[in-house]
C-alpha cells in the first residue's frame, strides 16, 4: 500500500501543479501522509499497547498536514481563483479514487482490531475515497462553471476533514493509552 501511494503521490502532484487545483494538491499531499502512516504503522506492530498508542497520535499530527498545506493552497488560490483544468482533474481523481478504494478495502477488516493505527490507516484511505469522488463532481461543477471556485470550496471541505479524522485517531490513542494504564495497574485520571 505504502508503494501504490508514493507512486500515485508523484501523479497527483504533477498533474495538481500543472492545472493548479488546491483540491487535487491536497489529496497528494495527502498521498504522501498515507506513505508515512502505513511506514509507522509497519514498524509499530511489534509494539506494545503504550507504543502503539503512542505512535497513533504521531500519527493523528501526521494526518493534519495535508491539511495544513491544503490550506495555503487554499488562501494562495483565492487571490487568484483560476478554475483548473477539469478533464485532467476528473481522469486524476478517478486513478486516485481506485488506489485509495483498493486500500480501504484492505483495511476494512483491521480497523477495530488494530487500535488507533488500524483507525488511522481506515480513516485515511476512507477519506481518500470520498475526496476523489467529491474532486471528480467538482471537475465536472468546473467545467460547468470555469470558475476556481468550486476547488476553492473543496480544498476547504478536504482540511475539515481532515481535522475530524485526526481528532477521531487521537480519541482512538488516547483510549488505547487508558487501556494500557489499566492493564498495568495504574492510576487513570
Not at 42 to 58: D, E, H, K, P, Y
Not at 65 to 71: D, L, Q, V
Not at 96 to 112: F, G, S, T, W
Request: glycine content about 8%; charged content about 15%.
Amino acid at each position: 500500500m505504502a508503494l501504490l501511494n508514493l507512486a500515485y503521490f508523484f501523479v497527483e502532484m504533477g498533474v495538481a501543479l500543472h492545472i493548479g487545483s488546491v483540491a487535487l494538491f491536497a489529496d497528494g499531499v495527502d498521498f504522501l501522509e498515507d506513505v508515512a502512516i502505513n511506514l509507522l504503522i509497519f514498524i509499530a506492530l511489534g509494539w506494545s499497547v503504550r507504543a502503539q498508542s503512542m505512535a497513533g497520535r504521531v500519527m493523528a499530527v501526521i494526518i493534519l498536514i495535508p491539511a495544513f498545506a491544503a490550506a495555503v493552497q487554499l488562501v494562495r488560490k483565492a487571490f487568484d481563483p483560476q478554475a483548473p483544468d477539469p478533464f485532467l482533474l476528473a481522469i486524476t481523481a478517478g486513478g486516485a479514487a481506485v488506489i485509495n478504494l483498493v486500500c480501504a478495502l484492505l483495511l476494512a477488516r483491521h480497523r477495530k482490531n488494530a487500535g488507533s493505527m488500524g483507525t488511522a490507516a481506515f480513516l485515511a484511505a476512507r477519506n481518500d475515497v470520498l475526496i476523489n469522488v467529491a474532486i471528480i463532481l467538482m471537475g465536472g461543477i468546473t467545467a460547468l462553471t470555469r470558475s476556481g471556485w468550486p476547488d476553492i470550496i473543496l480544498g476547504l471541505f478536504i482540511v475539515i476533514l481532515t481535522f475530524f479524522a485526526a481528532r477521531e485517531v487521537w480519541e482512538a490513542a488516547e483510549e488505547e493509552s487508558l487501556g494500557a494504564k489499566a492493564l498495568a495497574g495504574e492510576d487513570i485520571d
